[in-house]
């Protein structure tokens, strides 16, 4: 994907204005083409690495207080505190974006527990709470569910305890009281519909229980794909979108040519089959895991395919006109012989 273009000046200096910004290390290759549409050798470039891990997300505690779970960043270091900030565990997210972290030694008091995650540029990210089990706390909520507008979440606890809701942000965004039949109904602010996970636990005076995971409704469609181009060969379509969705590349006919995902870091790559030589118009779009799918972006495919001879010739009798068939758009040339 091409992300600056520009001129040298005369003092062989340049300065390029670059789109996206470049701030999470990825390398970049820089080229130079002369007024004869001759290529430089290529020099590549890693940006410095600015951007932070987002926060961790999906955590949990084992029963036995001796495992940390959770999704973040693939490859970023993972540290694990207690609430007065002893470090406990560490590992590496793995590369589908899990991680399992044991700790030691077991937490089962109920306490909160730190996760901050660090990639290699020392960016660290926020920190993502979880709590440890806690033997004395009420069970765990049950039978929990969410309605389909993403507005209040139901289920059953303990008696006249407190119900928290909680984003996978570790936010809350709702609370209430059990009921004296054991029921509750929480309303949520704001509405959850991202399709993200929300944690539902119970607490009274001994501690609070261990969380009830379940999965908002996703209603967002995602925005449109940004900073999309083919390359000059016609076989890759790259650019930018949400992260984790699903990139559906089809021809002017709408066949499917190419699909693939946005990466973590929001960039896409995307390989075409067969390859778009000839000129025509695709379209890309993104759709997420609640099948919401984006308004598409049009490109048109670079043309390498030569036109077809010119076909049905006829010159009219006297001689002033030239009649016949040829390729839609294509530029026609007569000539005749030198030595004519």
């Not at 600056?4 to 470049?22: E, M, S």
């Not at 900030?85 to 909160?112: H, K, R």
């Not at 289920?155 to 928290?164: C, F, K, S, Y």
């Not at 942000?169 to 602010?189: A, K, Q, Y």
Request: glycine share 12%.
């Amino acid at each position: 994907m091409t992300i600056a273009t520009g001129i040298v000046t005369p003092d062989g200096t340049f300065n390029l204005a670059l789109n996206p910004d470049q701030i999470n290390g990825g390398e970049l290759s820089v080229t130079l083409e002369d007024a004869a549409g001759n290529d430089s050798a290529a020099t590549t470039i890693i940006p410095q690495d600015f951007q932070a891990p987002q926060p961790a997300t999906n955590l949990a505690v084992d029963d036995s207080g001796t495992v940390v779970s959770g999704r973040g960043e693939p490859g970023a270091f993972i540290t694990v505190t207690t609430a007065a900030g002893v470090v406990i565990g560490e590992s590496m997210v793995n590369p589908d974006g899990t991680f399992n972290v044991t700790v030691d030694p077991a937490q089962t008091n109920g306490g909160l527990l730190s996760v901050v995650l660090t990639d290699a540029a020392d960016n660290a990210s926020d920190p993502a709470s979880v709590l440890a089990p806690n033997p004395d706390a009420p069970d765990a909520p049950t039978g929990v569910a969410i309605d389909a507008g993403g507005v209040v979440v139901t289920g059953n606890g303990q008696a006249n305890a407190t119900v928290r809701v909680y984003d996978d942000h570790g936010n809350t965004v709702g609370e209430g009281t059990v009921n004296p039949d054991g029921t509750f109904s929480v309303t949520l602010e704001p509405i959850q519909t991202d399709g993200g996970e929300l944690r539902v636990t119970i607490a009274d005076a001994n501690g609070t229980s261990q969380p009830f995971v379940l999965i908002a409704p996703d209603l967002i469609v995602p925005e449109a794909p940004t900073n999309v181009s083919v390359n000059e060969a016609g076989t890759v379509v790259t650019g930018r979108g949400e992260a984790g969705t699903t990139v559906t590349i089809t021809n002017a006919a709408g066949i499917v040519i190419g699909t693939g995902e946005v990466g973590a870091t929001g960039n896409f790559a995307v390989t075409l089959s067969p390859a778009q030589v000839d000129g025509e118009a695709l379209s890309v779009s993104l759709s997420d895991a609640g099948s919401n799918q984006s308004p598409s972006v049009s490109l048109t495919s670079p043309d390498l395919t030569l036109p077809t001879a010119p076909a049905d010739l006829v010159v009219s009798t006297d001689g002033t006109l030239l009649t016949g068939r040829g390729e839609p758009g294509a530029r026609i040339t007569a000539k005749m012989p030198m030595a004519w």
